[in-house]
T-cell receptor
């Protein structure tokens, strides 16, 4: 079984500042890791994913995440926050294709003007 | 990218009635779809895995007779909430595996159900 822990249910950053959303996972086999963003009253949009290969993954909207096996982490970062980044962010894990995702509890990102 | 569409986006129904929510993969075939439920300000809870041409696999604690799932084609899965009650009010989201896109899981826009 696998699990995901997102540290910090709420994160606030100033516009233009670095965004860092933390995600740690637990898995007995090599994980596939995902970050999704959810805007109010909408479904989830895939930001980026890691399956195999390069550990630094670049996604949409300037976000990136680095898979660190030794730290069992997959933190999401963006160098400069924009007002439009305000949303709920979910980290998720599965262990293979066609397998269900296990989600973290989510982190609400607020951008301060 | 792959597109998953849900319908309706919003639905209000009376207590005791049934309501059907559709999930369609618009530009790809999906042998596997997933149904989630999300309460306000909470994470997604997997309800069931829907497999084309076979019975859905329900997660522990989910009533299969209340939440009927049908995956009759490679592009359509439906969730029917039977004999709905106010506690069934929630945001329901489906997702589908896009095999042509590296088996990435794409999500629908979600459906708000309010039972009055």
């Amino acid at each position: 079984a696998q699990s995901v822990t997102q540290l910090g249910s709420h994160v606030s950053v100033s516009e233009g500042a670095l965004v860092l959303l933390r995600c740690n996972y637990s898995s007995s086999v090599p994980p596939y890791l995902f970050w999704y963003v959810q805007y109010p009253n909408q479904g989830l949009q895939l930001l980026l994913k890691y399956t195999t290969g390069a550990t630094l993954v670049k996604g949409i909207n300037g976000f990136e995440a680095e898979f660190k096996k030794s730290e069992t982490s997959f933190h999401l970062t963006k160098p400069s926050a924009h007002m439009s980044d305000a949303a709920e962010y979910f980290c998720a894990v599965n262990t293979g294709f066609n397998e269900k995702l296990t989600f973290g509890t989510g982190t609400r990102l607020t951008i301060i003007p | 990218g792959a597109v998953v569409s849900q319908h309706p986006s919003w639905v209000i129904c009376k207590s005791g009635t049934s309501v059907k929510i559709e999930c369609r993969s618009l530009d790809f075939q999906a042998t596997t779809m997933f149904w989630y439920r999300q309460f306000p300000k909470q994470s997604l809870m997997l309800m069931a895995t829907s497999n084309e041409g076979s019975k859905a696999t329900y997660e522990q604690g989910v009533e299969k007779d209340k939440f009927l799932i049908n995956h009759a084609s490679l592009t359509l899965s439906t969730l029917t909430v039977t004999s709905a009650h106010p506690e069934d009010s929630s945001f329901y989201i489906c997702s589908a595996i896009a095999g042509h896109a590296g088996n990435t899981i794409y999500f629908g826009e979600g459906s708000w159900l309010t039972v009055v």
